[in-house]
């Protein structure tokens, strides 16, 4: 075990303009045993010299994710990214990232040494250096409602349906007319119906971590808030299985882990993207009608969906508590 009581560890973070990497920075200038060393942007990130850092947070687009970390590896540094660039381990890898993500994948042989780090269900091995996947946001509030019902054998898994929306901060910080004030404003807009790049996550990590083969119909829309995502997931449950068997499922698998709020009724408190924006939690509610199960499952989508679950992730690799340095998050209200 490694005994890091006495000096703090050395990180770097690039990519700390976007919305993820400020919220990322502010995470990181606040927790007990890290010290921020270096700063930098897509840009100037070859300017780094990895060797001073022992970890290393890419808060950058996939294709400069997939370029700077093998370059960082090299040098025995563990990554965090918090990119798509490293999350589809599955068939011909190549060919995924072209349809999913239209790049051309530079360091596909990293992705024997790739963890995907979805806390709490796949912890990362403390064996350093890592490479840590940061899951997407939206396949995050999605499969943190779905696992434990796909574990338990709860729900017919050809019935699927889920409607996930999102605040503004989730499309980045790019200059794009969609995204303007005067466009989003007393919208919700439907985009990348069916074919969103976190699909394919939330499809690999059902087979992966919930022994499911699953094919939902899956939706994504914008809506008029900064930030914020509200995952619907409507299903039916198998034949003779009931509210309480979802309740024991939830608590089952997410006891011992102190950032889900559970909550076995939908109400306008349960549901409420003010009451877990700001915070590193997921709320999960749900209602049984007959077979039908519906189910919410919110989070802040640049906390639990980047920042915090990358936080997270460090915290569990250097053997501290899972919420080291995010204790003194707050909704916002």
């Known amino acids: 075990m490694h005994n890091y009581s006495f000096s703090k560890i050395q990180v770097a973070v690039v990519g700390g303009s976007g919305y993820s990497g400020q919220e990322l920075q502010r995470l990181l200038n606040k927790h007990p045993h890290v ?17 001073d850092y022992q970890v290393v947070f890419l808060a950058t687009p996939a294709e400069v994710s997939a370029e700077l970390a093998p370059k960082i590896m090299e040098f025995g540094v563990s990554v965090i990214d ?18 999913w993500y239209g790049m051309v994948h530079p360091s596909v042989e990293l992705f024997t040494k790739a963890q995907y780090g979805l806390v709490p269900w796949m912890k990362p091995k403390t064996d350093l250096p890592v490479l840590i996947s940061n899951p997407g946001c939206y396949a995050t509030a999605i499969l943190m409602g779905l696992l434990p019902l796909l574990k338990d054998n ?34 919700c807009l439907p985009y990348k119906v069916g074919v969103h790049q976190h699909l394919p996550e939330v499809k690999l ?3 992966i971590i919930g022994d499911f ?11 008029p808030t900064r930030r914020g995502i509200i995952a619907g997931i409507y299903t039916k449950l198998n034949h003779g299985k009931q509210a309480s068997d979802v309740i024991h499922a939830f608590n089952d698998y997410y006891g011992n882990y102190p950032l889900v709020e559970m909550h076995a009724e939908i109400s306008r408190d349960s549901v409420s993207l ?14 049984v009608i ?15 969906g980047a ?22 998050l707050e909704a916002i209200i």
């Open 274 to 287: 003010k009451k877990v924006v700001g915070t590193a939690k997921t709320h999960i509610s749900f209602n």
């Open 154 to 187: 709860l729900v017919q898994a050809d019935s699927i349906v889920i409607d996930a929306k999102s605040g503004t901060t989730g499309a980045g910080k790019k200059a794009v007319e969609s995204q303007l004030f005067s466009e989003v404003d007393g919208e």
């Open 82 to 99: 918090l990119s798509g660039a490293y999350r589809l381990n599955s068939g011909d890898i190549k060919e995924t990232y072209k349809q």
């Open 290 to 304: 007959g077979e039908k199960l519906y189910l919410f499952s919110c989070i802040d989508n640049l906390l639990k």
């Open 213 to 223: 083969n699953i094919d939902p119909f899956f939706t994504t829309s914008l809506i």
């Open 307 to 328: 920042a915090s679950q990358a936080i997270e992730n460090f915290n569990l690799i250097h053997h501290f508590p899972v919420t080291t340095g995010l204790e003194h």
């Open 205 to 207: 990590f059902s087979q």
């Open 35 to 51: 010290e921020v060393k270096g700063l930098f942007n897509s840009q100037t990130a070859n300017q780094m010299k990895p060797s």
